[in-house]
């Protein structure tokens, strides 16, 4: 079957910086997504991955290995607004988007 | 331009009973998809309209129908209410995700059902 495995819920410090990983199994590969949800709202895109390497947007980073069948979201100088879940989904071979449950990040002052 | 609208935001049902959601994509946006959401559970996929046809569908009884008209507004329709229904509706549209490249999703509010 697919999965997608990601921790249920991470806390982190105000100003520093925390990586959240994603693990997946699925049946072939065309992209990693990353959204962020905050509690009581619709999820929001951050990032994509097709290929293996990372990518930089901001404060958000985002990595792919596609070979490990791994890629990670890094936050950095974080703030108590990036409290929030964050849910990573592969599109698997046929373009369907298979989703983790998502981490809940909880930012402390 | 303005977003994905679902409607209605939130609503209670009595078990037996149907629902009829509704979402409206961004304009443009010719693929629509469906999610439920429950607490631990992540977005599972419920089906995928574009261009009035289902081209996808997630593994939910046959109570949970769809259906997409001309001008790519959507509706679900969950029948015979059961208690475990109870969850948050996402409808998400895209240019179309079934393509290489990004065609990230561009979700709704959502609509929360409560079935009692």
């Known amino acids: 079957g697919q999965n997608i495995d990601q921790p249920t819920e991470m806390t982190a410090t105000e100003g520093a910086i925390v990586q959240i990983n994603c693990t997946y199994q699925?049946?072939?590969?065309?992209?990693l997504f990353w959204y962020q949800q905050h509690a009581g709202e619709a999820p929001t895109f951050l990032s994509y991955?097709?290929l293996d390497g990372l990518e930089e947007k901001g404060r958000f980073s985002s990595f792919l290995s596609r070979s490990k069948g791994y890629s990670y979201l890094l936050l950095k100088e974080l703030q108590m607004k990036d409290s929030a879940s964050y849910l990573c989904?592969?599109?698997?071979?046929?373009?369907?988007?298979?989703w983790g449950a998502g981490t809940k990040l909880i930012i402390k002052p | 331009k303005a977003g994905v609208t679902q409607t209605p935001r939130y609503l209670i049902k009595t078990r037996g009973q149907q629902v009829t959601l509704s979402c409206s994509p961004i304009?443009?946006?010719?693929?629509v998809s469906w999610y439920q959401q429950t607490p631990g559970q992540g977005l599972q996929f419920l089906f995928e309209?574009?261009?009035?046809?289902?081209?996808n569908k997630g593994n939910f009884p046959g109570r949970f129908s769809g259906r997409q008209f001309s001008n790519s507004r959507s509706e679900m329709n969950v029948s015979t209410l059961e208690l475990g229904d109870s969850a948050l509706y996402l409808c998400?549209?895209?240019?179309?995700?079934?393509?290489?490249?990004?065609?990230?999703?561009?979700f709704g509010e959502g609509s929360r059902l409560t079935v009692l």
């Open positions: 998400a549209s895209s240019l179309d995700p079934l393509r290489v490249g990004a065609g990230e999703l561009f």
């Open positions: 304009s443009g946006h010719r693929s």
């Open positions: 309209y574009f261009s009035e046809t289902q081209r």
């Open positions: 699925t049946s072939g590969f065309n992209g």
């Open positions: 991955n097709v």
């Open positions: 989904a592969v599109k698997d071979s046929n373009y369907q988007l298979i």
